[in-house]
């Protein structure tokens, strides 16, 4: 079992800055591939990012690269995402999910945080 708990999320306007926090417990935390993903009223839980346990090899959405970036700590069992020049589309739910692999579908991910909201205002 693994349990996560995110923090971080939060109000801010468009072009500024949050760094998602992501702390893990239970099974050994670096073994397991680490993602992010998000869900915005009204629409489907989608990837946003992942990192490899392997070789730490990064994963984007299209519309996050250049200004998310997924980072692990495995010393401190923690996953970041540091979010740059945020726009209102990324207004969403983000929850943080742990797996024996990387996938880009939420579905095969077995373990999931509550979620913290972030909300960008223009």
């Known amino acids: 079992q693994v349990q996560l708990v995110e923090s971080g999320g939060g109000l801010v306007q468009a072009g500024g800055s949050l760094r998602l926090s992501c702390a893990a417990s239970g099974r050994t935390f670096s073994s397991y591939a680490m993602g992010w993903f998000r869900q915005a009223p009204g629409k489907e839980r989608e990837f946003v990012a992942a990192?490899?346990?392997?070789?730490?090899?990064?994963y984007y959405l299209d519309s996050v690269k250049g200004r998310f970036t997924i980072s692990r700590d495995n010393a401190k069992n923690t996953l970041y995402l540091q979010m740059n020049s945020l726009k209102p589309e990324d207004t969403a739910v983000y929850y943080c999910?742990?797996?024996?692999?990387?996938?880009?579908?939420?579905?095969?991910?077995?373990?999931w945080g509550q979620g913290t909201q972030v909300t960008v205002s223009s």
């Open positions: 990192i490899s346990w392997i070789d730490g090899s990064t």
């Open positions: 999910a742990a797996n024996s692999k990387i996938a880009t579908m939420p579905a095969p991910w077995g373990y």
